[in-house]
Nanobody, 131 residues
Framework: VQLVESGGGLVEAGGSLRLSCAAS????????IGWFRQAAGKEREGITA??????????ADSFKGRVSISRDNTKNTIAVNLQLNDLKPEDTAVYYC???????????????????????WGQGTQVTVSL
């Protein structure tokens, strides 16, 4: 499994970030893709996750209303996109995508406090929100 994030950079407060996670080595039927972030000096936190086959979305409570997740796929690549709106400086963080087989996924519990469920991680992409 290989996960590669893209789309990070500098964003103005009040704007939106759009990140993409290119996933290879997984199948749509068998995997969940999630997005996490880690700000400097803080623990990593889960944002949202997507059942690639059923397209069921799991949003962490603290992001509901300003987050969306979606997938695109070509013949050989699956891309899972994160959009986060109404950005604030405190959204500055390294954003990661992660993958877990469906059989090891426990819904929101896997997003909030059970990172050990996730079996593969991307390298992360920095997002900096400026005033």
């Amino acid at each position: 499994v290989q996960l590669v994030e893209s789309g990070g950079g500098l964003v103005e407060a009040g704007g939106s970030l759009r990140l993409s996670c290119a996933a290879s080595g997984i199948t749509i039927r068998d995997y969940i893709i999630g997005w996490f972030r880690q700000a400097a000096g803080k623990e990593r936190e889960g944002i949202t996750a997507l059942n690639l086959y059923a397209r069921t979305v799991y949003d962490a409570d603290s992001f509901k209303g300003r987050v969306s997740i979606s997938r695109d796929n070509t013949k050989n690549t699956i891309a899972v996109n994160l959009q986060l709106n109404d950005l604030k400086p405190e959204d500055t963080a390294v954003y990661y995508c992660a993958a877990v087989p469906h059989r090891l996924f426990y819904g929101l519990e896997s997003l909030t406090g059970r990172e050990q469920h996730w079996t593969s991680w991307g390298q992360g992409t920095q997002v900096t929100v400026s005033l």
